[in-house]
Structures are given as C-alpha cells and as structure tokens.
C-alpha cells in the first residue's frame, strides 16, 4: 500500500482513509483515538474492511470534490464505469453543527453495466475479533460493539457479502454508530451530500490564501481542519498509528493525540487562514487539562478528551503497515518531559492580548493561565528533557527548549506592557537572562551555528525557527550562519533531515517533510525570497495528487512514510506558501 494512494475524509468527529481500490482502510470510531473498526492499513488480511470495489479487482482514480472533504473514486472495467462518493457529513443544523458518526458511501454507475463487490466486515478493535451480524430487511447490526453499529443501504443484504452484482442504478450505503437512519436512503443521502458540499465550499471562500500554491494551500487548510475534534477542542497530530518512519525503522508510534506543541503549530496556521474559532476551542481544552494539574506538570500529550495519553503498548499479532511493524498502542511520550510546550502554549494564547478580535476572549483566568506557563518556563530553562525530537537517549539541555522558554518570557513581558504592568520587568529580565544563556552555550563556533543542545556540535532543524520568533535581529551574522549550516548539514536530495545524531533508534534516514517548510519561512524571514521560493517550488512539486502529507519522505523515491495525514506537515505547508508567496497587492 502506497500512502500516495490514500484518501482522507471526516467531520471533526472522526475520519477515515479511503485507498484507491475503494476500500476503507481506516476508521476509529467514535473519535480518533478510539480502537479501529476497519484496519487493513495495519493487517492486510485480517484487518477487517469495508470495501466497494469492480468484481474483477481493478483500482480506481481518486480526486476531492472541488473545496470539499468529499472524495471521489472513479472505476473503468471491461463491463462499464462507476464511481464512489465517500463523506462524512458535516452542516449547520438547527443552528449548531451537525456532525453526526455516520459515514456516507453513494456509488453511481457511469456507463455500460459495471459488476461491483460490497464487504463490509468491522472487526473489535485491537482483539480483531469478529462481530456477530445480525441481518434486517435493509440494514446489518453488527454486535458486541460499545455502541450500535449498522450499516444500512438500499442494496440488497444478498449483495453485502462480498458476492459480484451488476450495478445498474446509484445506490446509498451509511454506516451508523448509535442512532442507526431510520429515513428513506436516496433522499436522505442526497440532502446531506449537499448539505456537506455547500458546507466545505463557503468555508474555503472563508479562507485567506496566497496568490501561490493556492490548491495545495486549500487541501492543507480542509485536512488540518479535520485534525480538529470539535467536542472538545483538541488538535490531533496524525489519523493513525505505526506506520514507520522509513521503511525496516522500527520507528513506528501512534500520533492519533493532542500534542500541544503541534496544536500551537496548527493554531498559527489556522490564524493565516483567517479561521479563529478553532483557538477558542483550544483554550477551552487546555484550561480544562491545566484545571487538572495546579502545579502545571503538563504532559506533551493528551488524548482528545483531556485524559492523559495511554501507556505505550507494542500489539504483537499485528503484522503493520505493509508487514513493516511493530503496531503500537498509545505514546510512550506521554511519560516524557518537554520543556518546550510552555513557550508553545504561551504563544498559543497570547494573540487573545495583542489581537483585538479576540477581546471577548480575554479574562483574568486566560491572562493568568498565560503568566503561570510563562513562569513554568521560565523555571525550566536549561533544564534537561527530551526535547522536541522525544530522544529516547540520555536527556540533555535542549537548545529548541530552551528557545521557547525565552520566547515565553518574552511574549509574557509584551503581554504585560498593557495588562499587567508590574510584572513586565520581571519578564524582560528573565527572557533577556535566558537569551544570554542561549548564545553562551549553545553557540558553536566549529559548526558555524547553534547546536541542537549545550555543549554539542550537532545540528538540529528546530532551530530554524530562530528566524520566526525573532530571537535575534534578522540580520544578526549568527542567525544567517545557523540558517545555512542547517540546509547544507541536514540537506539529503534538496530536503531536511530533522538530526543526524543516534536518538536511540539509531540514526534517521527520511527526511522530515515540516522541515523544509521551517527553511522556507527562515529564508523569507531573512529577506531570502528568491531562495525562499526556491525551496518551496521543490516541495511543492513532490505534494502528491491528492495533497495529504505524511511525516517523513523516503529519498531519493520522495515515497511518504510516518503517519498520515500528518498535521504539522500541513501547517508547515500553509506557513511556508505565505511566506513564499507575494502580496496580493504584487501580483493584481
């Protein structure tokens, strides 16, 4: 199974990736983090699937219906063509948002008399065990399931087995869990499509974008938005679990969690956007997991629900994506430290004090909230952790961390300037004492840059992000020689390793796709914009036709690896297109 082959839809409740032979490879439910119901992806056999596909096996072309998550499946077979609709729906209704956990699957002859198989075989979660089926006149009740499951449709129940039909009219399956659809399947199906078509197109035309790179930038914009559980607020970081960084890796972790490092990431590429309710929802989430932890010992993720990530299990009769295991089940770096996510938080939320169509947002328990991260920060700098990376080796000081410990106290001492005046002082002492720690002993002269940690002589691509959050002038020599030992130290066919250093699964050997966004930005940032344009011209390029990123690139095939769609890919896109990108005003 290729990545590049995989298609993404959902509503904010949950998601599915739909493979171009018409399959349902992947689907938690009733959220991200849920077991999986179908699960191919990671065991080809025995996975469980829900399959709509030609009697005689033949893949499909795959496109999204125009600024929508709607995707389309097309089918050219000896007999006739069809297509598949697959969505999940997703409108205002009765003045709130309707996103119900159905999935919805139209599939519509073309021409000629195409023969078609339907199997819809869900397993029980991570135990694979089948679920009894209980057939009706129209539906099948899948047992045993925490909650209803059914699938219903106006094919015949002979016909969902997996038996060949001839397909001669458009017919309507959705798949329920709870409330099973009561009403009359063409109509209903009908309405809803159009419902979630209009939907997804008015939030485009809500979008800001660049005079460039405008398709790529709207496909990141309505998959990250997806990324986003709305019940809660919470920014996952991938769809799904163990697919390997690069191939024989190893390097195979579960990323359906909110990192809160990655939400602050999506937070500002949402805001380019022009969308902001997502930060309000993300506020509301992170009072709700600090109301849990008074002292702030915050974990670098949660589940979308507020909860502390599971424990890290390997599942042992799971082959993986491609036979390339292990599966893994929860993060082991939920156990982590890193130190970095304070500064991440405080940047996350200080826009609610400098912006003023936020206003309504501000309140004393937001502005203490904000001086509280900032304080932790501050108490952490230079302070070993694990580090944006989650080396799994011996902790050390990290200079990335340490960075944001700064920008914290930075941006609190800015905060403070209008809204709580004794305490600006204190901030710019602390920030201005933290920069100086930074340059003393993360400078390196021998490699020309700052290193990834203290005292080291590694490089790290983090640190491009130097430029970003303004840690030094932009025209300071130091800045500038970090920016280019970075892109020719990491650079593997025009692309950015994130290290080279051993982190404890040995040493990486796929570039990470965020990675050259970082560059972008810097260049920009640094008044680099041919060469800014440049770079992001050579990613541009490689985004496959669908436009979902993964985590990781195998060079020189530019194949993706790492879990998928990856969120922070599509974030980096986004803030690398505009900063590639001209003004409006240049180029009308």
């Known amino acids: ?54 009697a005689n096996g033949d893949v499909g072309v795959q496109r999204y219906v125009e600024n929508t998550n709607i995707l389309e499946t097309t089918f050219e077979t000896k007999t006739g063509s069809f297509r ?15 996103r119900p956990t159905q999935l919805f699957r139209i599939v519509e002859p073309i021409s000629g008399a195409p023969r078609i198989r339907v199997t819809c075989e869900p397993r029980l979660g991570w135990s694979k065990s089948v679920p009894a089926r209980l057939c009706g006149s129209n539906h099948i009740q899948f047992e045993k399931f925490d909650s209803q499951l059914r699938l219903t449709s106006d094919i015949p129940v002979s016909h969902l087995g997996g038996q060949p039909f001839t397909l001669t009219e458009k017919r309507h399956l959705v798949l329920t869990w709870g409330a099973p659809v009561e009403e009359p399947l063409m109509p209903l199906s009908e309405k809803v499509l159009g419902e979630t078509k209009r939907y997804w197109r008015r939030w485009v035309k809500h979008c800001s974008i660049p005079p460039l790179y405008q398709n790529a930038v709207i496909r990141s914009a309505l998959t990250l938005k997806l990324h986003c559980f709305e019940d809660t607020g919470a920014i996952i970081a991938a769809m799904t679990t163990s697919i390997p960084e690069s191939p024989g890796s190893g390097r195979t972790w579960d990323y359906r969690y909110c990192w809160l490092r990655d939400a602050y990431y999506s937070l500002g590429a949402l805001q380019l956007l022009g969308h902001f309710e997502e930060r309000e929802h993300f506020i509301n989430y992170l009072l709700n997991i600090v109301g849990g932890s008074p002292d702030l010992d915050l974990a670098p993720l949660y589940r979308v629900d507020g909860s502390v990530g599971p424990e890290e299990r390997i599942l042992q009769d799971w082959p993986g994506f491609n036979g390339d295991g292990p599966v893994r089940d929860g993060n082991g770096a939920s156990l982590h430290r890193q130190n970095d996510l304070f500064g991440e938080m405080v940047l996350a939320l200080v826009p609610i004090f400098a912006d003023e169509r936020f206003s309504a947002e501000r309140s004393p328990a937001a502005l203490n909230l904000i001086e509280r991260l900032a304080r932790k920060a501050v108490s952490l700098a230079g302070v070993p952790d694990a580090g944006i990376w989650e080396y799994r080796t011996e902790w050390k000081p990290q200079t990335f961390s340490n960075l944001m410990c700064w920008a914290a106290a930075d941006r609190m001492a800015r905060v403070a ?30 490699i020309g840059s700052f290193a990834a940690s203290y005292g080291s002589r590694d490089l790290d691509a983090s640190l491009l992000q130097m430029a970003r959050l303004r840690f030094l002038p932009l025209h300071d020599e130091r800045l500038v020689k970090t920016i280019d030992a970075i892109r020719d130290g ?5 692309w950015l390793y994130r290290y080279r250093q051993d982190d404890g699964f040995g040493t990486p050997s796929a570039a990470f796709i965020v990675c050259m966004f970082w560059l972008v930005e810097a260049l920009g940032d640094v008044g680099r914009k041919v060469e800014a344009k440049t770079v992001m011209d050579l990613a541009h390029a490689a985004i496959p036709k669908l436009g979902l990123l993964s985590e ?19 974030a980096g896109l986004i803030h690398a297109a505009f900063a590639a990108s001209p003004e409006w005003a240049d180029v009308l």
């Open 1 to 54: 199974m290729l990545l590049e082959n995989v298609g993404l839809i959902g509503n904010c409740q949950f998601s599915a990736l739909v493979d171009h032979c018409g399959e349902i490879v992947w689907c938690c439910l009733p959220r991200f983090d849920s077991e999986p119901v179908f699960s191919t992806l990671l065991d080809a056999q025995d996975g469980g699937r829900f399959s709509i596909a030609p």
């Open 417 to 446: 300037v209008h809204h709580a005046p004794p305490l600006e002082q204190e901030f710019r002492l602390a920030a201005e004492k933290i920069r100086e720690d930074i340059i003393a002993r993360a400078w390196c002269p021998e």
């Open 84 to 98: 598949i609709l697959d969505f999940a729906p997703r409108f205002i209704l009765h003045d709130r948002m309707f």
């Open 490 to 494: 990491l650079s593997i066919g025009g």
């Open 552 to 570: 990781d690139y195998e060079i020189p095939n530019l194949r993706m690896w790492g879990n998928f769609p990856q969120a922070y890919s599509h």
